[in-house]
């Protein structure tokens, strides 16, 4: 195989692997019913005027699967906290003791858990429309290579099939979250 062809088959492969890590990362923040520290994952903190993740300002923890405690490291960070969580509209409501926050995660209803299958299905096309891209920006770089008519075929459907192998992946990647969301 050319070298040229080899290369921009490797570099879709990179992209398609990446839309899978980016869609497997969507999928953690989404919950499905159990308390888990990665819930508060994109919640940013307020940190002497700079946004920082809230796992290095705190403690994020799970004592039980319907509870997740919160512990900063600073005393007064608590306010900055709770406003943290309450900004990143995650549908918790924080409540603080005065040392730490607690956060009660209260169960899906039917409602929620279609809202969520939701939001898995849309994050699930977002990817879908990533391994397409990478698929069509191989497309063009093989048509503007300098290399026969069968190779540039042969490397199109090499493409393809590469292309429908991260489709099925994502689907089963979906379905596995749906079932997981739905299930009560």
Request: hydrophobic letters at 35%; proline letters at 4%; a negative charge.
């Amino acid at each position: 195989m050319n070298e040229d062809i080899k290369f921009i088959l490797d570099t879709a492969q990179e992209a398609m692997d990446a839309a899978i890590k980016h869609l497997e990362k969507q999928f953690v923040n989404i919950r499905a019913g159990k308390a888990s520290p990665s819930m508060l994952g994109s919640v940013m903190v307020d940190y002497y005027g700079t946004q920082t993740p809230l796992n290095q300002v705190a403690n994020v923890n799970t004592p039980d699967g319907r509870t997740i405690t919160v512990q900063p490291w600073e005393k007064s960070m608590l306010q900055e906290i709770e406003r943290g969580i309450m900004v990143a509209n995650l549908g918790f409501n924080p409540m603080s003791n005065g040392e730490s926050i607690i956060i009660n995660v209260p169960p899906l209803t039917e409602e929620r858990r279609r809202d969520l299958s939701k939001q898995a299905k849309a994050e699930a096309e977002d990817a879908k429309v990533g391994v397409r891209n990478a698929r069509k920006d191989a497309n063009n770089e093989i048509k503007d290579l300098d290399v026969s008519e069968d190779q540039q075929k042969n490397a199109e459907i090499d493409i393809q099939q590469m292309t429908d192998k991260y489709v099925k992946k994502i689907d089963d990647t979906f379905d596995v979250k749906d079932n997981e969301i739905m299930t009560v």
